[in-house]
Structures are given as C-alpha cells and as structure tokens.
Nanobody, 117 residues
Framework: QVQLVESGGGLVQAGESLRLSCVVS????????MGWYRQAPGKERELVAA???????NYADSVKGRFTISRDNAKNTVILQMESLKAEDTGVYFCNAKVTSTSVGYWGQGTQVTVSS
C-alpha cells in the first residue's frame, strides 16, 4: 500500500510562514498529480494547491501569490510553502497523490495548521 507522511504543521501568528512536506513512503511512483487540501472547522475539504507530473500548478484563489507548491517527481515528494499566513488559512492540511486525473488518490493523515490573529 501507498503511505503519505506529512510534516511541518504548527501554530503561527498571522503574517508568518510555514513549510509543509509530504513524502510517499515505501513506493516510488510517477503520480499524475500531487496536491494539498485543507479542511477548516465546519467547512468542506477544499483544494489548496496541486502540481502535475509535468510541472503545471493550480492554486485556490484564496492562496494565490502567497503559497507555492513544488514537487520532486523522483522521490514523490511535494512541498507547500506558505507565506503571509492568515487566520482563514487555519485547518487540517491533507496531502493527496493521484495516479490518474479522475482517481480519488491516496491521502495522508493530515497535519494541523493554526494561524492566530
């Protein structure tokens, strides 16, 4: 089975930065897309950022210009660099890896990000 291990979450003040990492353990695979989703309290889980194997990226409107996603295809690792964090960024962040454009993919356990204001 595929396992995704996330790290980097924590508690920060508004305006500060965090760097989230997601590493796919055990297997080395060519995923079609890797991304980060988040779920705020009382809200639906939403896409934050995604990067495809070719390098193209997609960001939620709310994080454009502040977050940057990058990927190491050889190691199946995805990084989310979060800058100028806002209270609205608070939530549980989940790493996801898809093998096709339509699959639900594999999920990490989630890491908590809390931004205080």
């Amino acid at each position: 089975q595929v396992q995704l291990v996330e790290s980097g979450g924590g508690l920060v003040q508004a305006g500060e930065s965090l760097r989230l990492s997601c590493v796919v353990s055990r297997y080395i695979l060519n995923f079609y897309e890797m991304g980060w989703y988040r779920q705020a309290p009382g809200k639906e889980r939403e896409l934050v950022a995604a990067i495809r194997i070719g390098g193209s990226t997609n960001y939620a409107d709310s994080v454009k210009g502040r977050f940057t996603i990058s990927r190491d295809n050889a190691k199946n690792t995805v990084i989310l660099q979060m800058e100028s964090l806002k209270a609205e960024d608070t939530g549980v962040y989940f790493c996801n890896a898809k093998v096709t454009s339509t699959s639900v993919g594999y999920w990490g356990q989630g890491t908590q990000v809390t931004v205080s204001s």
